[in-house]
């Protein structure tokens, strides 16, 4: 398998529920990125991974905890989330984190509906 | 603040050309970028520019004018297939990535 894939693709959980999304990348990547993309706005950055270490939260509510176990997986485990949390996941992994010519490259993304 | 700003829609013919454009204020500047999306699918790499200049890939061009803050993605001989959003990205100085709303193309036959 190749790139960067993400399960589920599709997920409804109710405001009380728990549950993780799993992104892993088949590219030999030593950064890895969770966004939000809602409707007609802008990809909103979560968290930044460089070699299994945070370097970057962007102010996400704590509802939202990371993990990185190695530089090939990346989870975002939810928690007693809002309806406003809805939106599709999307999990980047790029060569390094800071590197002048970086591309980032995504996975397809878990489309995410809390009730 | 950091802004990019790029068109919500536009609808283009089958074979036709089509130039989005994207507009920037970033605190500094470390390249552009170029993606495609199709609905329900992963963004991918279409272009990078960090020069000013046009990149030219197949029926792809990229252009960037850094003194304007302004880039355009021009699709050439479109195709149904091309119908998608396309989003425009800045490094800035932090080598972040800020990001546009995406500029959803309809092609029509």
């Known amino acids: 398998e190749t790139g960067v894939t993400q399960t589920p693709r599709h997920l409804v959980m109710g405001m009380t529920n728990k549950k993780s999304l799993k992104c892993e990348q088949h590219?030999?990547?030593?950064?890895m990125y969770w966004y939000k993309q809602s409707a007609k706005k802008p990809l909103e950055l979560m968290f930044v991974y460089s070699l299994e270490e945070r370097v970057e939260n962007n102010s996400v509510p704590s509802r939202f905890s990371p993990e990185c176990p190695n530089s090939s997986h990346l989870f975002l485990h939810l928690h007693t989330l809002q309806p406003e949390d809805s939106a599709l996941y999307l999990c980047?992994?790029?060569?390094?984190?800071?590197?002048?010519?970086?591309?980032?490259?995504f996975g397809p993304g878990t489309r995410l509906t809390v009730l | 603040g950091q802004n990019i700003d790029q068109p919500t829609e536009m609808t283009a013919t089958e074979g036709a050309i089509v130039q989005i454009n994207c507009t920037y204020q970033?605190?500094?500047?470390?390249?552009l970028f170029w993606y495609q999306q199709h609905a329900g699918e992963a963004p991918t790499f279409l272009s990078y520019?960090?020069l000013d200049g046009l990149e030219e890939k197949g029926r792809f061009s990229s252009f960037l004018s850094r003194s304007k803050g302004y880039s355009y993605l021009l699709l050439k001989e479109l195709q149904m297939k091309d119908s998608a959003s396309y989003l425009c990205?800045?490094?800035?100085?932090?080598?972040?990535?800020?990001w546009g709303a995406g500029t959803k193309l309809i092609i029509k036959p």
């Open positions: 990205a800045v490094r800035d100085s932090n080598y972040q990535l800020i």
């Open positions: 970033t605190s500094g500047f470390n390249g």
């Open positions: 590219l030999g990547h030593n950064a």
């Open positions: 980047a992994s790029s060569p390094t984190s800071g590197g002048a010519v970086d591309t980032q490259y």
């Open positions: 520019n960090v």
